[in-house]
């Protein structure tokens, strides 16, 4: 079936730097745009980046830009964000979700958890 | 960026009864393209989002056709025709008519 599956989140100081995955399956990858998004412990969702199908256009918002850079591997059906100087405010579930067609995000992964501590 | 804000934050009801949650933009949600894409989205305890609506009305597959969205412009509705056990979570509006994409701050939805 349709899945995404986020891994790779962890506890790591401030200033270090940390990369997610978001592995898809039962689909054809590399047809979709795809977005992360986060949530900081009991707070409201929040968009960080998007990737266009083809890996050729790149948005990010601006309290991750210059530190976040998001990418993907079509060959191997599989999302990346590469989060570097990480702060404590980066503190979040971090979901990969899919961007349908017409645009939609349809497909959400579980999440995975990014603590920032010292 | 455009803000987006829901109202009610809170809307405890009661099982059967209808429930409305608003939904106001800061800017028009219409893009270039004539489209206007704004979502909603539950999120039930514990659990990742799950897509409800796109382009302000379209019902995704498999959402229960109590759940309907309406509106134009710079505001947005959700309702649920008759609220269940099952439709407790917090519910967002997003818009992802330009760049930064943004959520609503989430109303809880709670049964009396």
């Known amino acids: 079936q349709v899945q995404l599956v986020e891994s790779g989140g962890g506890v790591v100081q401030p200033g270090r730097s940390l990369r997610l995955s978001c592995a898809a399956s039962?689909?054809?990858?590399?047809?979709?745009?795809m977005h992360w998004v986060r949530q900081a412990p009991g707070k409201g969702l929040e968009w960080v980046a998007v990737?266009?199908?083809?890996?050729?256009?790149?948005h990010y918002a601006d309290s991750v830009e210059g530190r976040f850079t998001i990418s993907r591997d079509n060959s191997k059906n599989t999302l990346y964000l590469q989060m570097d100087s990480l702060r404590a405010e980066d503190t979040a579930v971090y979901y990969c979700a899919r961007d349908g067609s017409p645009p939609r995000w349809d497909v959400w992964g579980q999440g995975t958890t990014v603590t920032v501590s010292s | 960026d455009i803000v987006m804000t829901q109202t009610p934050l809170s809307s405890p009801v009661t099982l059967g009864q209808p429930a409305s949650i608003s939904c106001k933009s800061s800017q028009s949600l219409v893009h270039s393209d004539r489209h206007t894409y704004l979502s909603w989205l539950q999120q039930r305890p514990g659990q990742p989002p799950r897509l409800l609506i796109y382009e302000i009305s379209n019902r995704f597959s498999g959402v229960p056709d109590r759940f309907s969205g309406s509106g134009a412009g710079t505001d947005f509705t959700l309702k649920i025709s008759r609220v269940e056990a099952e439709d407790v979570g917090v519910y967002y509006c997003m818009q992802a008519t330009q760049f930064p994409h943004t959520f609503g701050q989430g109303t809880k939805l709670e049964i009396k």
């Open positions: 039962g689909f054809t990858f590399s047809t979709y745009g």
């Open positions: 990737i266009w199908y083809d890996g050729s256009v790149k």
